[in-house]
């Protein structure tokens, strides 16, 4: 019914574009642009790493609090809130891999929560999806033992049905894994100098408090006016190297971006969602939507000044639904200074690391899933029900179709996938690294090779769902286990919708 009364609504406003100027100015409005607008007059912050504790036995051991506050996101105007440790957002996570590592965290807000490690290969019980709820004045501990390459991952809540809001609100933060292959290489590495956090999100405000409506003639989410990077509204960094890594973060909950930069240059793809590519990969250009990661090296020049920037995205939509939901938005996210003189950087290598990513010769079935408005299969999630049993480790090849009109993405806890084919060609130059989010766009179809390396329970479930947040409330979401050899699934206890 919803796309019925969507489609209903995109004919009347065809209609009167045609016949009235009052649409066209309602058309023209939807147009948001921020290029050649924007005042850089905030030094970007970088989210400080998160202090830890080492025990006896090598167990690594961080705190998140999560927290209510208030920001003056613009002077004199005092936002309501929510963050880890702060008042919004919160500290980067460290770890290396073979790392035991512990996380306390505590619920000090008045809703149930939760802190979901985005990438992560853990435990199911672990992963903090919407079955390992916190509620409020609760502490949850979760511990794993870091096994997978180094990587830009993030955390973030994942509330069945309240997921959106959460992390609109402020709960997001990054968590960085390293090992001794990446360690290895001649790469930047000192964090917040020449290896930068850049969490871009998009929000708009009404009065000051951040505004929640969405658009009347689209079905993507919160689409927001500006942009904040790492929650600052029009931020500039001092660069001080010659080249500068530049860790992007998608954490908006609708938008998809285009980063690129003012001047066109090029800059070099090292890293995809989860972990470094095979080899770097000269671009101009990157895509990324909602909890896409990519991690790209920029050249400066001394004295020079130059604006990351996201252009428009082919969303894959009609003019109208370009137009309203979003693809044709352009902004000015940064402005890097880079300093009179510059610290020599060493030349990038040739080849990174060893391709570890899933062989689609290796695998033993195929699983379909097609994508509608709040539903996967024709299903909307549903809490004690497990959609798929994988058997550890197996690889499966899975088949993702977006079969309505609206752009979606798709992302699964746990593993890293390799795009196989999207539209049936090879994937581009962006999807050949290791992901777990990948982009759909209406009537698109990509096919994935994932490999289950456990650990396995019957019991305790994983997600995979849309990562435009909105869409993931409203049901895109299902869920599956791990099992031995043999093994059946087991049953996930019920639990109730969150709600907003």
């Known amino acids: 019914m919803r796309r019925i009364l969507l489609i209903l609504s995109g004919i009347v406003l065809a209609v009167t574009l045609v016949v009235g100027g009052g649409a066209g100015w309602i058309y023209s409005r939807a147009d948001v642009s921020t290029v050649g607008r924007v005042e850089f007059t905030r030094e970007m912050s970088v989210p400080p790493l998160a202090s830890s504790v080492v025990e006896a036995d090598g167990t690594r051991v961080f705190q998140l609090d999560m927290r209510s506050g208030t920001r003056e996101f613009r002077a004199g105007q005092a936002t309501e809130t929510w963050g880890f440790n702060g008042d919004y957002l919160g500290p980067t996570l460290r770890a290396r891999r073979g790392e035991q590592v512990r996380v306390q965290v505590r619920n000090g807000l008045k809703e149930a929560s939760t802190a979901h490690w985005h990438g992560m290969h853990l435990p199911a019980a672990m992963d903090g999806g919407p079955h390992q709820m916190v509620q409020p004045g609760a502490t949850w501990t979760p511990e794993w033992r870091v096994d997978q390459a180094a990587a830009t991952l993030w955390y973030h809540p994942h509330p069945h049905g309240a997921t959106e809001s959460h992390v609109r609100r402020g709960l997001a933060g990054m968590f960085i894994i390293n090992d001794d292959a990446s360690d290895a290489q001649a790469l930047p590495h000192n964090y917040g100098v020449d290896d930068v956090p850049v969490m871009v999100q998009d929000v708009k405000f009404k009065g000051g408090q951040f505004d929640t409506g969405r658009g009347t003639f689209t079905d993507i989410g ?77 050249r400066f020049q001394p004295g020079e000044r130059v604006t990351l920037r996201s252009d428009h995205v082919d969303l894959g939509l009609d003019f109208l639904g370009q137009r309203f939901g979003g693809g044709d938005d352009r902004f000015d996210l940064l ?6 003189t510059l610290r020599p950087s060493p030349a990038l290598p040739a080849t990174l690391v060893a391709d570890q990513l899933p062989n689609v010769a290796d695998s033993v079935r195929e699983r379909d899933f097609s994508l509608t408005f709040g539903k996967i299969n024709d299903r909307a999630m549903a809490m004690d029900r497990i959609d798929a049993t994988v058997t550890r480790g197996s690889t499966e090849t899975w088949v993702v179709r977006n079969a309505d009109g609206t752009p979606h993405n798709f992302h699964v806890h746990d593993v890293r996938f390799a795009v196989v084919e999207v539209d049936g060609h090879a994937p581009p130059p962006a999807l050949r690294g290791p992901k777990d989010t990948v982009f759909v766009p209406p009537g698109g179809v990509v096919k994935l090779a994932l490999r289950f390396d456990g650990p396995a329970d019957p019991n305790a479930p994983y997600m995979f769902h849309c990562h435009l947040l909105w869409h993931e409330d409203m049901g895109m979401m299902g869920q599956f286990v791990v099992v031995e050899p043999g093994q059946q699934a087991g049953q996930p206890p019920a639990h109730e919708h969150a709600g907003h």
């Open 222 to 298: 919160v689409l927001g006016d500006r942009t904040m990077v790492n929650g600052v509204l029009a931020p500039y960094k001092t660069v001080g190297d010659e080249l500068v890594r530049l860790r992007l973060l998608n954490a908006s909950t609708a938008r998809i971006y285009n980063f690129g930069f003012s001047d066109d240059r090029r800059f070099t793809l090292i890293g995809t969602d989860g972990g470094l590519l095979a080899q770097p990969e000269s671009l101009g250009n990157v895509q990324l939507s909602p909890g896409e990661r990519a991690e790209i090296v920029v």
């Open 335 to 340: 402005e890097f200074r880079a300093a009179q």
